[in-house]
Each structure stands twice: as structure tokens, then as C-alpha cells.
């Protein structure tokens, strides 16, 4: 029994067979109490009946003669044998003629149903018995009887009432158990649909069909599960997508200078290019090129996932800075641009891996400066936050922030410069960047420091690349 739809189905059957099994039961049960109670009320009624009509009689006539005559109008119901005896218990009435002048006791009577008394006189009793013309066999040939021999009608009709409610009932059960198996087999339809859809949403995904969506079609919790489970889908959906562009970016950024070295290889080779210092220093700086961005992208990747492991030191980060700003200042003098630090005082030792926060600020200076054209200006500022207002920065942290006066980002590029191969202007001479690694280590460097990098800009005026470190 694998299937939820049969247990659903089986559940809901259970359910039907116990209530109708219950209900069956307890109307069985109450049917018979109310019957018999309804029964022994107008059974006494009926002897009352009988008592008051032949009281009646008596007081009228002052003897039982003739009363024969009004045994048959008393006795109401069929079958039935009503016997009357004098106070001496000398039978003067019986509607089966047979016991007339026989005494009670000669006959078998014992306990009466009811005795007569006129003007507190006892006049006689009377006896309600099963008639032996009716039944035609059974004790009351001639014989003596219970007393309990009337209750015989009342047991026959309780019997046949409760066969009926029980028919009725049976027939109640089988109807409902039927409607439960097709209303269940229904229902559960309903219900294991959407679970049949996930299942099958599920295999085509993992079969690799990542742009399969369920159908939400309904607003409960099944429609939640869908919703939920195609959100999955979507973002397995544009992770591969982004796994795929990813590769696609690396081998892209991989074949270019591969192909400058093998293209300078080949032409001396074929005696175009002479071996020269020119052509060879190419080579190398291809090669730098391609070292460097096989490193980056082995330092993003262990970052990324968590296995970079950071060699933590007390560091003089002001000192740090200096240095990096001093190395930078060749570049920047010849490119025109002035470099200055504003580092304000008592910046304090923090515990970071000097040659990543390095790494750091390289990148950002090294984009600073070709980002900004000959006569501006770059200011590296080291202050302990909060440096400047607005800045998203707790105290308890260094703030650095390298400022140029260069072109500025778009509003539209501001989300994603740190995202990993992206680049502002795809189309830019590759000379005049990188592969979009740079911002990406940034990234992963200072929040693996537990700090925190962000970037201000506005187009034509300059950027301000920012980034926190904890102070511990
Ligand atoms: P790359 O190594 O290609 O420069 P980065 O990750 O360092 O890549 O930078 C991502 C993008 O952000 C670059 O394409 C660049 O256009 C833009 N960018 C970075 N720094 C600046 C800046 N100071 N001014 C203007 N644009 C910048």
C-alpha cells in the first residue's frame, strides 16, 4: 500500500464505516429503550382501560352478568385473551369462551393482571393472555401460563421495529460507505494531484530541465509548495545560468592573451616578428597577466568558498596604507594625477592579513588612478568610524576610502561593480582594465575581515570606494 491516494482513499473509508458502525449502534440502542418504554406506557394505559370499563360494568350492574358481551369491545389488540374472574375466581367472562365457569385455579391462573374494586370492594380480577385461538399451540391449551405471556406481542413488535430501523440502517451504511469510496477517490484525487505535479516537476529538474515551473493552482498550502517549489527552480535556474556565464567569462578572459603569446610565437617562428626584446617583453607581460588572473581567480574561489585562510597579525594599517599610496605614486605622477593621503591621527593596530588588505587598497588605487584622467586628483583617507556622517559604519571600526575625480559610475553599474567578470564597458580597451576580478577580491578580502566595502559615485564627477575594519 504505497500509494497516498489509497491511504487517503482507505482513511476516509474508515472514517465513514466507524461513524456509520457508531451511529447504527446507538440508534439501535435508543430505538429499542425508546420502543419499549413507548410500549409499556400504553400497555398500562390499556390495562387501565380495561380496569375502568369493567369497574364501569359492575358499579352499573351491580353483577358480572352479561359481561361477556363487552369482552370482545375491551380487548383492542389482536391476539389477545382477556379472562375474567368473580371475587370468588370463578371464570364469568373470557373472549375465548373456554375457561366460562372454571375456577382461576383450576385453570392455571396465578397472579392477575389487575384486580376490580368497586366502592373499595374487591369484585373481581381480570387476566390478559396470548389467545390459544390465535397462536393454535403453546402452553395456553388448557395449560397453565406466565403471567409474563402478553409481553409476547410486545417482544414480537420490538423485534420487527428494530429489524426495520436495522435494515433501514444497513441500507443508510452501505450508501454511505459507497459515496465514501467515490467522494474519497475523488477527493484524494484533488489532493495528490498537485503532489503528482511536484514529483514530476521535481525528476524534470533533476533531469536537467532547469526552466520546468509547476503549475500553482490553488491558494492554500499546496499552492505555498508550489510557489516555493518553482522559486527553487528558478534560482538552481540562474545560478547554472550564472555557473555557465562564468565559464564562458574565464575562457574568454583566458584566450585573449593566450592568443596575443601564441600569435608573437608563431610570427618568429615564421621569421615575420624578430626575437627581440619588444616582442619578448609582450610575452612576459601577457604572461604576468595571465598569471595574475589565474591567481585572482583561485584567491576569489577559495574565498568564495570559505577556504582562504587569512594569516591574522597586528597591523599598523596607517603604515599599511602609506606604503601602498608611495608605491602608487610613480603611476600616478605619470599619468598626471594628484595623489594625497589624509590619514588623521591615532589610527589604532587592528588584527588583519597584511598582504590582503594590501591587495585591497592596490585595487582600488590601481582603478583610481585609470579611472581618472591626467589633472585630477585621488585622496586616500584612514579615519576611525564614524569617519563622516551617513557612512554605514559602527564605531569600533576603520574606515578607508580611496576618492578620485575620474568619470564616475553609472547609477544603472553601481549594483553590480562588485559582482565577479564585471566589467563597466565590456568593450574597453583590455589594456585599460582588468578582467573584473578586482572590486570582487576587494569584496571577499574585507567581509572575510568582517568589515564592509562600498562604492559612492556620481557620472562626470568621481567615486569614492569605501571600506570598514573592525578594531579588535
Ligand atoms: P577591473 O579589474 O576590470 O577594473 P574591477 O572589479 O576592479 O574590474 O571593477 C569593476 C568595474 O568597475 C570596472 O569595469 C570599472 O569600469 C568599474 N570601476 C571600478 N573602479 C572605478 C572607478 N574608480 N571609477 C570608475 N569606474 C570604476
Request: aromatic fraction near 6%.
Amino acid at each position: 500500500m504505497r500509494s497516498l491516494r489509497w491511504k487517503l482513499a482507505l482513511a476516509f473509508l474508515a472514517v465513514v464505516v466507524i461513524s456509520v458502525g457508531l451511529t447504527a449502534y446507538l440508534t439501535n440502542r435508543g430505538a429499542a429503550r425508546e420502543f419499549s418504554s413507548y410500549v409499556l406506557e400504553s400497555r398500562r394505559n390499556y390495562i387501565d382501560q380495561i380496569e375502568e370499563g369493567l369497574g364501569w360494568f359492575y358499579e352499573n350492574n351491580g353483577s358480572w352478568t352479561g359481561v361477556q358481551n363487552l369482552l370482545d369491545g375491551l380487548v383492542m389488540m389482536r391476539g389477545e385473551r382477556l379472562v375474567l374472574a368473580d371475587s370468588s375466581g370463578v371464570v364469568v367472562g373470557d373472549t375465548d369462551l373456554q375457561w366460562l365457569g372454571l375456577t382461576t385455579g383450576r385453570v392455571g391462573l396465578s397472579a392477575s393482571t389487575r384486580d376490580i374494586f368497586v366502592s373499595g370492594d374487591e369484585v373481581g380480577e381480570f387476566y390478559l393472555l396470548s389467545s390459544s385461538m390465535m397462536r393454535g399451540r403453546g402452553p395456553m391449551m388448557g395449560g397453565p401460563v406466565s403471567p409474563q405471556t402478553p409481553l409476547f406481542f410486545q417482544d414480537v413488535q420490538e423485534q420487527e421495529l428494530l429489524e426495520r430501523v436495522n435494515r433501514s440502517l444497513l441500507i443508510a451504511g452501505v450508501v454511505a460507505v459507497f459515496v465514501a469510496i467515490v467522494l474519497g477517490l475523488l477527493l484524494t484525487r484533488q489532493f495528490t494531484r498537485p503532489i503528482q505535479g511536484l514529483k514530476n516537476g521535481a525528476a524534470r529538474i533533476a533531469s536537467g530541465d532547469l526552466a520546468y515551473r509547476v503549475r500553482v493552482e490553488s491558494q492554500d498550502e499546496f499552492g505555498d509548495l508550489a510557489e516555493s517549489f518553482n522559486s527553487m527552480a528558478a534560482s538552481l535556474d540562474s545560478s547554472e545560468q550564472a555557473r555557465q556565464r562564468l565559464f564562458a567569462d574565464i575562457a574568454h578572459e583566458l584566450r585573449t592573451p593566450l592568443s596575443i603569446i601564441e600569435g608573437t610565437v608563431n610570427a618568429m617562428l615564421d621569421g615575420v616578428y624578430e626575437p627581440d626584446q619588444d616582442n619578448l617583453k609582450s610575452i612576459k607581460e601577457e604572461t604576468a597577466l595571465l598569471t595574475r588572473l589565474v591567481a585572482d581567480l583561485r584567491d576569489l574561489a577559495l574565498a568564495e568558498s570559505g577556504q582562504l585562510k587569512l594569516e591574522v597579525e597586528s597591523v599598523d594599517t596607517a603604515k599599511l596604507i602609506q606604503r601602498r599610496v608611495s608605491q602608487a605614486e610613480v603611476m600616478a605622477r605619470e599619468k598626471g594625477i594628484g595623489l594625497t593621503t589624509d590619514i588623521t591621527g591615532g589610527i589604532p593596530s587592528v588584527m588583519v592579513d597584511s598582504r590582503r588588505i594590501e591587495q585591497v587598497v592596490a585595487n582600488l588605487l590601481d582603478n583610481a588612478l585609470s579611472h581618472t584622467p591626467s589633472g585630477g586628483s585621488v585622496v586616500v583617507t584612514v579615519t576611525t568610524a564614524p569617519g563622516r556622517d551617513g557612512y554605514p559604519v559602527d564605531a569600533g571600526h576603520i574606515l578607508v576610502s580611496v576618492a578620485d575625480t575620474g568619470e564616475g559610475i553609472a547609477k544603472e553599474h553601481l549594483p553590480h561593480v562588485f559582482d565577479r567578470l564585471y566589467r563597466v564597458d565590456d568593450a574597453r580597451p583590455r589594456e585599460k582594465g582588468g578582467a573584473g576580478l578586482g572590486l570582487a577580491i576587494a569584496k571577499q578580502m574585507v567581509e572575510l575581515h568582517g568589515g564592509s566595502i562600498w562604492v559612492e559615485s556620481e557620472m562626470g564627477k568621481g567615486s569614492t570606494f569605501s571600506f570598514s575594519l573592525p578594531i579588535i
